[in-house]
């Protein structure tokens, strides 16, 4: 599996690109912000996407939708229900940015579920706490972990539907994986599993629960 990150907008979320070695079909992970430039880089290199995967449905995550979408109309996203969003709004940081609803044409997926993008399975782990809709995508050896798993830390609470011990019941289940993983967040570096069970305070303070 090929896998390419943009980092985009304000906060530089992580976007992920993953194909089939050699293949000119992809999946998009947290298209974030600038949408149309991921849609650019894509046209550029000879893709197209297949699906979008959402994490979370917080702003910096969701932005790109619609760019995207102005070059592929019909492209899936897919989001958890619970992160859907009540409204066409939702304020955070004090200011009023789009929720995944407001985008129209979401396709819910939740624990369990398989979804087939560009020739890969990939996964889905509900490890909310974050949000109450996060998830973890699992394809092959890699484990897409959104704003649950960072490197060396573990996403904030702090903001409307976070939860501590939701986030730290997410973190040991991620924890106690069988195998290692390589660990793609959506902030900053990326990891791997057993590098973080070793190192990472917040996930050893999970496990140890």
């Not at 929720?99 to 044409?105: C, F, I, L």
């Not at 020739?119 to 490890?127: M, P, S």
């Amino acid at each position: 599996m090929e896998i390419s990150v943009l980092r985009l907008g304000q906060i530089g979320t992580n976007c992920y690109i993953f194909r089939k070695e050699g293949a000119y079909k992809c999946g998009v992970v947290d298209p974030g912000d600038q949408g149309e430039q991921v849609a650019r880089w894509l046209v550029d290199k000879g893709l197209e996407a297949e699906a979008v995967l959402l994490t979370h449905g917080h702003f910096d995550h969701i932005l790109g939708i619609p760019g995207l979408r102005e070059e592929w109309p019909d492209l899936p996203v897919y989001c958890h229900p619970a992160d859907l969003g009540g409204g066409d709004s939702a304020r955070i940081f004090g200011e009023n940015y789009p929720t995944v609803r407001s985008y129209g044409d979401i396709t819910p997926y939740k624990e369990g579920d398989v979804i087939n993008v560009a020739g890969i399975d990939v996964e889905v782990l509900e490890t909310p706490g974050h949000t109450p809709g996060s998830v973890t995508l699992r394809a092959e050896d890699v484990l897409f972990t959104g704003d649950t798993l960072f490197a060396g830390s573990m996403g904030r609470t702090d903001l409307p539907g976070g939860d501590e011990a939701v986030i730290m019941r997410s973190l040991k289940r991620l924890g106690q994986l069988e195998g290692d993983y390589l660990v793609l967040p959506g902030h900053e570096g990326r990891s791997t599993l057993e590098r973080e069970r070793e190192t990472n305070y917040c996930l050893k303070a999970a496990m140890s629960r």
